[in-house]
């Protein structure tokens, strides 16, 4: 017989004790039960002196544990005990129970935190609740300084960041920007209380002190002087311009953005009706499948339809055999009101693209939309399109999207980068919102069952396979909302795993159809993809790496170099650019003895671009390949890479891969113009292992410029554009010059994070922000901005909402200020016209290269002993 004495039954767990009356010196193993099913094994082993003291034979009877949480909903549940060999007695307060009946509830509790101050706001976070009931945002707010009550605010901003770390409500932020009665030059303390419990904030009290109006005045005269100063107080005003307050908005703050956003646009479309002129008046036929949608979510997508500002077009309403009598009453409903709403009800359920194909059969406009049964249009969103078409001469265009929730909150903005084919190979940038002639819909075809989940993608591919490039155009605006609901894929891509077997086929099928072999593999369990070129082809590839001493870095990037590449057709040249050590010397010797590597030694000072040009410029291989002496690759396959990427398109000339840092996060994802008035890398500072914006860091795509850090480019193509500029760029932005030119050419420049490799930025040349360097550095960064203008401001591949003088992919521009955003500049990307003939690569014999150790350049212009330590590269 087994006695247990209940003590404690309360929220915070069940405590008692137990004893086997047969064997009292041995601990009591029971299982507790509720609601007869079983939750907890557990020995009764703790002390319990108290019991031992009443007479029970053992010290150790006693027992402590927790109520799963689930128990803890306020519902009547009943406990008991048992052991699975022995009879067992239950008792609390002297009574005996066969169960124990028990009905808790977990306290609400407060999670916060204050970030403390930036850009001129107090920001922090509160959520209050439970496991069980969730935990919620949107709390009450009391702030005080310095013990006087100053202000009250509602924690309801989109905290992304909080949200998926506690799996909590996202919209629990607040910002609080103090009155200007507060807002003084020395420290105060602010304390944040949630009310009404006035429990404090965690990290409150907040000691800061602000900007006063009269300094920000002065630390505004003092930048208008340092701009005049240029070079010699560029660090100052950098400095200078963080400790000013920047309002502004973000990623994190989009609804706000977004509130603001449409109706700077909307007026901006009424102000240019009359003159933004669309090729007459074209007919646009808006095609929606249903199929079971929530009718309120279903009616307010016909009613932003209803309120298009276009008012030539046609919604065709196609029931995929819903079977619901109330969705069939509300769609003739509205067709009796409005006659260009026409519906068709499928006798059979077909799925997607069967209904959305016979919308199409039906649709007799001159452009047919997409458009799905629970979302919504900005209320401009055909005309503003239609006036795109007409500009752009397209044949296919696409917008940017967001997505609005249950409670009516714009999140998750897509802004997306111009037509990108290499992108929309690793997955489905494109989505919505999509039109299209309906006389390239009649090439293409509509959609295919055999990809439903994917038919989206898969018809974006097909018709990449049709119209041309330049035919497919990117409207940078927000005119689509994706509703998220508890069944789509807006709201989790588990909802429809079979998309992402259908994607799969959709990409590799793709692939056959263009005669390209590879095979393709899902990302991270979703509907992102992985394309594996699986080309036999090995073109020579010459690898130039410059140095100067660093002879220990030198050697580990060679050696990282000949112990992991198995690209057959390689070989590389080191250029000495005037080594003087006698570790140098010594490393040449052993150099001299490798086959397919020779040293070229150029006695001049250092010239990042001349030093490169005067490596390629004797060279045959079919590609170059550019290498910083700090980076260290790390996979036998890195060469394969980047040759694959170029022949997997003949018109990318230009392919580069992704550095990280020593501590494994990002340095180098590829390049944005205008970033730091000429460009910046993407994505820099974020885990080696993360997407960054919209996962743009998972996938190849074709980008503005890469770093010559590490980048392969077409000897011809190299040849053709005059290699890098050695009179102008001798240490930056050479790189991105180069880019530039070649897509000047015509031709494409593709970033791959699959070559990844350890790059230690600047370890031997150092920095520009150096007094030394920085004059230098000031008239290169003039030059790129004289030279190339307009473009750096406009990247094809940058979204214009993003500002240019901020954190990447994350600080916008406020909508409205910028009167130049409207009407969007023209996508500054050419249409690409081969200058010269792609070469067909075929796998040459390994020879052993004529070695270069004694060849010298030293120009009788250039014969005085160089001063300049250099580096290898401003392609940092």
């Not at 405590?15 to 010196?25: F, H, I, K, L």
């Not at 910002?175 to 006035?198: A, C, G, H, I």
């Not at 898969?458 to 330049?470: G, K, T, V």
């Not at 910046?680 to 919209?694: F, L, N």
Request: charged share 25%; with cysteine; net charge negative.
């Amino acid at each position: 017989m087994i006695v247990c004495q209940v003590d404690e039954f309360s929220v915070n767990g069940i405590r008692g004790w137990a004893t086997d009356t047969e064997n009292p010196s041995q601990p009591v193993f029971l299982h507790a039960l509720a609601d007869g099913q079983e939750f907890l094994q557990f020995q009764c082993s703790d002390l319990r002196e108290d019991v031992h003291a009443a007479g029970i034979q053992s010290k150790n009877t006693g027992f402590h544990i927790a109520i799963p949480p689930h128990l803890l909903d306020g519902k009547k549940h009943s406990i008991t005990f048992k052991n699975r060999l022995k009879q067992i007695e239950i008792y609390s307060q002297n009574q005996k129970l066969e169960y124990i009946s028990f009905s808790g509830k977990l306290p609400v509790e407060t999670r916060s935190f204050v970030d403390g101050l930036k850009q001129g706001v107090l920001s922090g976070w509160v959520v209050c609740g439970n496991d069980i009931e969730g935990w919620k945002g949107n709390q009450q707010i009391l702030v005080t300084c310095n013990g006087q009550k100053i202000g009250q605010l509602e924690a309801n901003r989109y905290r992304g960041d909080v949200g998926k770390a506690l799996s909590c409500d996202p919209y629990c932020g607040f910002q609080f920007s103090p009155p200007e009665l507060y807002r003084k030059p020395y420290q105060q303390e602010f304390r944040f209380y949630v009310l009404p419990d006035m429990i404090e904030v965690t990290n409150s009290p907040c000691l800061t002190s602000f900007v006063t109006d009269a300094h920000e005045s002065l630390i505004i005269d003092v930048i208008d002087q340092i701009d005049a100063l240029h070079v010699e107080l560029t660090r100052l005003r950098r400095q200078v311009r963080e400790i000013l307050p920047q309002p502004g908005f973000t990623i994190a703050d989009y609804h706000s953005w977004a509130t603001a956003y449409f109706p700077v646009l909307r007026k901006y479309v009424d102000r240019t009706r009359d003159e933004s002129a669309i090729d007459g008046n074209p007919l646009v036929s808006v095609v929606c499948p249903v199929w079971n949608p929530d009718l309120t979510d279903f009616t307010a997508a016909i009613q932003s339809v209803l309120s298009q500002t276009w008012q030539n077009w046609e919604l065709i309403l196609v029931d995929d055999c819903s079977k619901n009598p109330e969705l069939r009453a509300v769609i003739e409903n509205f067709a009796k009101t409005d006659a260009r709403i026409k519906p068709i009800f499928q006798e059979k359920n077909g799925g997607i693209s069967i209904a959305t194909n016979a919308g199409l059969a039906a649709a007799k406009g001159e452009w047919i939309a997409f458009f799905d049964h629970d979302d919504l249009l900005a209320d401009v969103a055909v005309e503003y399109m239609l006036r795109e078409a007409t500009r752009s001469h397209a044949d296919l265009i696409y917008s940017d999207e967001d997505k609005i929730d249950a409670s009516g909150y714009y999140r998750e903005p897509a802004f997306k980068t111009d037509w990108n084919y290499r992108l929309l190979l690793g997955v489905n940038y494109v989505c919505h919102f999509v039109m299209i002639r309906q006389s390239a819909l009649q090439n293409i075809g509509g959609l295919n069952k055999e990809y439903d989940g994917a038919q989206d993608h898969d018809f974006l591919l097909r018709a990449s396979e049709h119209i041309p490039a330049e035919k497919i155009h990117h409207v940078p605006e927000i005119l689509y909302h994706w509703r998220i609901t508890a069944n789509s894929t807006a709201s989790d891509i588990g909802n429809k795993r079979y998309a992402i077997d259908a994607g799969i086929k959709a990409v590799s099928d793709h692939l056959v159809r263009r005669n390209l072999p590879a095979t393709v593999d899902s990302q991270l369990g979703m509907t992102l993809y992985t394309v594996n070129w699986d080309f036999n082809q090995s073109p020579s590839v010459t690898i130039i790496i410059p140095y100067k001493d660093e002879i220990a870095t030198t050697a580990r990037c060679l050696d990282a170099i000949q112990k992991y590449t198995r690209y057959p057709n390689y070989k590389v040249i080191l250029v000495n650019n005037w080594s003087i050590t006698k570790e140098a010397e010594a490393f040449a010797q052993a150099v001299d003895k490798i086959p397919n590597v020779e040293i070229l030694t150029i006695k001049e000072p250092f010239n990042y671009s001349r030093i490169n040009n005067l490596a390629a410029k004797d060279e045959t291989s079919d590609f170059l390949l550019f290498l910083n002496n700090d980076v260290f690759v790390e996979q036998e396959n890195w060469l394969e890479i980047l040759v694959n990427e170029a022949l997997a398109d003949p018109l990318v000339a230009i392919v580069g891969g992704k550095f990280v840092y020593p501590n494994q996060t990002v340095q180098h994802a590829g390049v944005l113009l205008g970033i730091g008035d000429v460009a910046g890398h993407a994505h820099v500072g974020i885990p080696r292992d993360e997407g960054g914006y919209a996962g743009r860091a998972y996938f190849p795509q074709e980008i503005s410029a890469v770093t010559a850090a590490g980048m392969l480019i077409r000897r011809p193509a190299f040849e053709l554009v005059g290699g890098f500029d050695e009179e102008h760029l001798k240490v930056a932005f050479n790189d991105i010059d180069l880019c530039l030119k070649v897509r000047d050419a015509g031709y494409k420049v593709v970033w791959t994070p699959d070559f990844c490799a350890e790059h230690h930025e600047s370890l031997s040349r150092g920095s520009d922000d150096r007094p030394s360097t920085e004059r230098r550095f000031f008239h290169e960064t003039q030059f790129m901005i004289e030279k190339w203008g307009n473009t750096l401001r406009t990247d094809p591949f940058y979204n214009p909402h993003f500002t240019l003088d901020r954190q990447v992919f994350f600080d916008l521009t406020i909508p409205g200020v910028d009167e130049t955003r409207y009407p969007p500049l023209a996508s500054t990307r050419k249409k690409m016209r081969p200058l010269w003939p792609i070469p067909t690569f075929t796998m040459a014999p390994k020879k052993t290269p004529e070695k270069r150790t004694a060849k010298t350049t030293t120009p009788k212009t250039r014969q005085k002993k160089s001063t300049t330590s250099s580096r290898t590269s401003k392609a940092d």
